[in-house]
């Protein structure tokens, strides 16, 4: 009986190890508090709301960032910029395996990459902010280099779709095809339903 009951623990075990999803968040990481990893660990079923969960935890960090430099200078504030930068990056780092993660098995997250980009940005200009500094500028350096790299990691993907709204909402660059040639293509500019349609 007590043989029966290790086999079947060990099989449970080995069971619940291969079917739950990698969770980079729960890595040993300083960088996320232990609500901040309960929060992954809720969404980590749904990739769309995992993403977000993550720019809701870098916008965290870059707003304390901000507010630190909107105030009157504080002791101690080039260390808490290079902690709040290693976080970030840190941070960042775990988004970007995720998104590695999700595009190897086909998620869908289409609706999470604008946010994600237009975050990119608003970031990279909150970690300009503070002057030079022997303290955090390898820090800033890394970080910068981490949204660079989100940046690109949602740049890169191709949809494919017959609905307009969607390739409106999501695309910066659109090819029109009609048997299988291209027939027309929109790049930079602002592109209404209307005029999507007439090109098909």
Same mark, same amino acid.
């Given at each position: 009986m007590r043989r029966r009951f290790s086999l079947t623990l060990v099989l449970l075990t080995a069971m619940l190890v291969c079917l739950?999803?990698? *969770?980079?968040?729960?890595?040993?990481?300083?960088? +996320?508090s232990e609500a901040e990893v309960e929060q992954l660990r809720d969404a980590a079923y749904v990739p769309r709301d995992r993403v977000l969960v993550y720019i809701k935890f870098l916008d965290e960090r870059s707003n304390s960032l901000r507010d630190l430099y909107a105030h009157p200078r504080k002791p101690g504030r080039e260390q808490d910029t290079h902690d709040l930068l290693e976080q970030f990056t840190s941070i960042a780092n775990e988004l970007e395996d995720n998104l590695d993660d999700y595009s190897n098995r086909h998620s869908d *997250?289409?609706? &999470? +990459?604008?946010?994600?980009?237009?975050?990119?940005?608003r970031w990279a200009s909150i970690?300009? &902010?503070p002057p030079d500094n022997e303290a955090y500028n390898v820090s800033r350096k890394l970080a910068l280099d981490a949204i660079r790299d989100l940046r690109e990691e949602g740049l890169a993907i191709i949809v494919l779709s &017959?609905?307009?709204e969607t390739v409106l909402s999501l695309a910066d660059r659109i090819l029109v095809l009609k048997r299988g040639a291209v027939v027309r293509e929109f790049a930079g500019e602002a592109v209404s339903k209307d005029r999507l349609l007439e090109a098909a």
């Open positions: 739950a999803p990698r *969770i980079h968040a729960q890595r040993n990481n300083n960088s +996320l *997250i289409r609706k &999470t +990459l604008p946010k994600l980009l237009d975050a990119t940005e970690l300009r &902010t &017959t609905e307009p």
